[in-house]
């Protein structure tokens, strides 16, 4: 198939399937915000289970942390944000639009010509009150990231969880920003989701730790089947650097609008630790016992965008095929990712034996447990079999089992491979140990290898 070169393929499936719908849809939606419908909201569970499994589980160097969204203001100031997180805007004199200065070139407006207005900078922090009256109301901000939440935890964490540096803290969550031009779909939008960790080293070391996190993020895109030819990690130039971070990768995707970011990972340096200990009046630092010293740790910080990636797995996961003359959208999702990963299907629907042995095999098989987790296991019978497999193709189903007449005399379902569309006859005895073995054949497949 030949690359994609714009996302409309992929929205109209998310639309059409269920994956994503445009918030507060029936009253004409909203700007630039999203809902994750029900196999989305599948797809993205999947996404930071398999992150926090990662980054969390796998590791003796991490602790989990769910911080409020809602902090105090005093936060944002330590942190530099009220002060400097602003984009440049410029706004059309003749349409009105308005438009991010550093992504357009010139003076005159992309959208009907006319000029542009002097670039003047716009706060990306959405602004709240807290308390009943606004007046006296504490006003603050939706956290724009979440790793503010981990920094003023920091000594918490260390002290409860008797940690030594180096180790990190990881958490997910919502982050909020008032882009000036969100778009492309869920690739910019105002609100999203974020699965950050900041990792604590002695000072020193932090270079070498930088490089360990940057290769440990592009093997995770990697593993759960991002091709590997579209993924690359760019060093910022010293005039993108933000304020706090002495250097920055960012791990950019092939997406079928260009190369973008996907993930940012930053050497922040002492610099969030030592501002809060400033603001706050508390002491910040970490004692080291052996060299019996103590110092303000340095921070490397892989930052990914939730929302960001499922679109990325998406992307790389859509297939347009032809098979005897039909075309066939299938989207080869990697089976840890797969929104369902076993769907059961009776050959004949009217045949309420048939049926029956379809419901019991599927009963059975979602008490199972594969990788850790629940089989995601579903059972449908509202179509023919045809458009049953197109529908678990659009939707990146890796196995159908279809249960048929013959089924009920030879205790045998026929297994259907997404990727192949091989049939096998399995025992039906014997298919939660047949699926176990081949959704890991098929996620070993897909592991960055794409097409
Ligand atoms: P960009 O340059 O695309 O604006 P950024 O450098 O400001 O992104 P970071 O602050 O590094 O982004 O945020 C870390 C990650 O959070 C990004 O790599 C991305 O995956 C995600 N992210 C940031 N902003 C948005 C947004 N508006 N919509 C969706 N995801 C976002």
Same mark, same amino acid.
């Given at each position: 198939?030949?690359?994609?070169?714009?996302?409309?393929?992929?929205?109209?499936?998310?639309?059409?399937?269920?994956?994503?719908?445009?918030?507060?849809?029936?009253?004409?939606?909203?700007?630039?915000?999203?809902?994750?419908?029900?196999?989305?909201?599948?797809?993205?569970?999947n996404i930071?289970e398999a992150w926090?499994h990662r980054?969390?589980?796998?590791?003796?160097?991490?602790?989990?942390?769910?911080?409020?969204?809602?902090?105090?203001?005093?936060?944002?100031?330590?942190?530099?944000?009220?002060?400097?997180?602003?984009?440049?805007?410029?706004?059309?004199?003749?349409?009105?639009?308005?438009?991010?200065?550093?992504?357009?070139?010139?003076?005159?407006?992309?959208?009907?010509?006319?000029?542009?207005?002097?670039?003047?900078?716009?706060?990306?922090?959405?602004?709240?009150?807290?308390?009943?009256?606004?007046?006296?109301?504490?006003?603050?901000?939706?956290?724009?990231?979440?790793?503010?939440?981990?920094?003023?935890?920091?000594?918490?964490?260390?002290?409860?969880?008797?940690?030594?540096?180096?180790?990190?803290?990881?958490?997910?969550?919502?982050?909020?920003?008032?882009?000036?031009?969100?778009?492309?779909?869920?690739?910019?939008?105002?609100?999203?989701?974020?699965?950050?960790?900041?990792?604590?080293?002695?000072?020193?070391?932090?270079?070498?730790?930088?490089?360990?996190?940057?290769?440990?993020?592009?093997?995770?895109?990697?593993?759960l089947?991002?091709?590997?030819?579209?993924?690359?990690?760019?060093?910022?130039?010293?005039?993108?650097?933000?304020?706090?971070?002495?250097?920055?990768?960012?791990?950019?995707?092939?997406?079928?609008?260009?190369?973008?970011?996907?993930?940012?990972?930053?050497?922040?340096?002492?610099?969030?630790?030592?501002?809060?200990?400033?603001?706050?009046?508390?002491?910040?630092?970490?004692?080291?016992?052996?060299?019996?010293?103590?110092?303000?740790?340095?921070?490397?910080?892989?930052?990914?965008?939730?929302?960001?990636?499922?679109?990325?797995?998406?992307?790389?996961?859509?297939?347009?095929?032809?098979?005897?003359?039909?075309?066939?959208?299938?989207?080869?999702?990697?089976?840890d990712l797969?929104?369902?990963?076993?769907?059961?299907?009776?050959?004949?629907?009217?045949?309420?034996?048939?049926?029956?042995?379809?419901?019991?095999?599927?009963?059975? /098989?979602? !008490? =199972?447990?594969?990788?850790? &987790? #629940?089989?995601? *296991?579903?059972?449908? $019978?509202?179509? @023919?079999?045809?458009? /049953?497999? !197109? =529908?678990?193709?659009?939707? &990146? #189903?890796?196995? *159908?089992?279809?249960? $048929?007449?013959? @089924?009920?005399?030879?205790?045998?379902?026929?297994?259907?491979?997404?990727? #192949?569309?091989?049939?096998?006859?399995?025992?039906?005895?014997?298919?939660?140990?047949?699926?176990?073995?081949?959704?890991?054949?098929?996620?070993?497949?897909?592991?960055?290898?794409?097409?």
């Amino acid at each position: 198939m030949t690359p994609l070169t714009t996302l409309d393929p992929i929205v109209s499936l998310c639309k059409r399937r269920g994956f994503v719908f445009q918030s507060s849809e029936i009253y004409g939606g909203i700007g630039s915000t999203w809902d994750w419908g029900p196999l989305g909201v599948e797809l993205k569970r999947n996404i930071k289970e398999a992150w926090w499994h990662r980054v969390v589980l796998e590791r003796d160097d991490m602790e989990g942390l769910d911080a409020a969204i809602v902090m105090h203001p005093k936060v944002w100031e330590a942190s530099g944000h009220v002060e400097g997180f602003h984009d440049p805007f410029t706004m059309c004199t003749a349409c009105k639009r308005h438009f991010r200065a550093d992504h357009v070139n010139g003076t005159a407006c992309p959208a009907c010509g006319g000029v542009l207005s002097e670039p003047k900078p716009a706060s990306l922090m959405l602004e709240t009150f807290l308390g009943p009256v606004r007046e006296t109301a504490l006003r603050t901000y939706l956290r724009p990231e979440t790793a503010q939440g981990i920094f003023v935890n920091f000594d918490n964490v260390l002290t409860t969880s008797r940690r030594k540096i180096p180790f990190g803290i990881a958490q997910i969550g919502k982050a909020f920003r008032n882009e000036i031009t969100p778009g492309n779909f869920v690739f910019r939008s105002r609100e999203f989701e974020q699965m950050e960790i900041e990792f604590f080293v002695e000072p020193g070391t932090d270079e070498q730790w930088h490089a360990h996190w940057v290769d440990e993020r592009m093997r995770w895109y990697g593993d759960l089947g991002l091709s590997r030819e579209r993924l690359r990690k760019r060093l910022h130039g010293k005039d993108e650097l933000a304020h706090y971070a002495k250097a920055c990768f960012d791990i950019e995707y092939e997406f079928p609008i260009g190369w973008s970011e996907l993930e940012g990972i930053a050497n922040r340096t002492d610099f969030d630790l030592k501002r809060h200990a400033e603001c706050s009046g508390k002491s910040l630092t970490y004692f080291d016992e052996k060299k019996k010293e103590h110092y303000v740790p340095y921070v490397i910080e892989p930052s990914a965008g939730v929302d960001r990636s499922a679109l990325a797995f998406l992307a790389d996961a859509y297939h347009e095929e032809e098979v005897r003359g039909e075309k066939r959208t299938v989207l080869k999702l990697h089976p840890d990712l797969a929104p369902v990963q076993v769907a059961v299907l009776p050959l004949l629907r009217n045949r309420p034996d048939v049926v029956q042995l379809a419901r019991e095999v599927h009963a059975d /098989l979602r !008490r =199972r447990r594969s990788g850790g &987790g #629940t089989l995601r *296991c579903r059972y449908d $019978d509202t179509g @023919s079999i045809g458009r /049953l497999y !197109r =529908r678990q193709d659009e939707i &990146g #189903t890796p196995f *159908c089992i279809t249960v $048929d007449v013959q @089924s009920l005399t030879d205790r045998k379902a026929t297994v259907r491979h997404r990727d #192949t569309m091989v049939q096998d006859r399995v025992g039906v005895e014997q298919l939660s140990e047949y699926l176990e073995g081949k959704l890991g054949e098929v996620g070993a497949a897909r592991d960055g290898k794409g097409a």
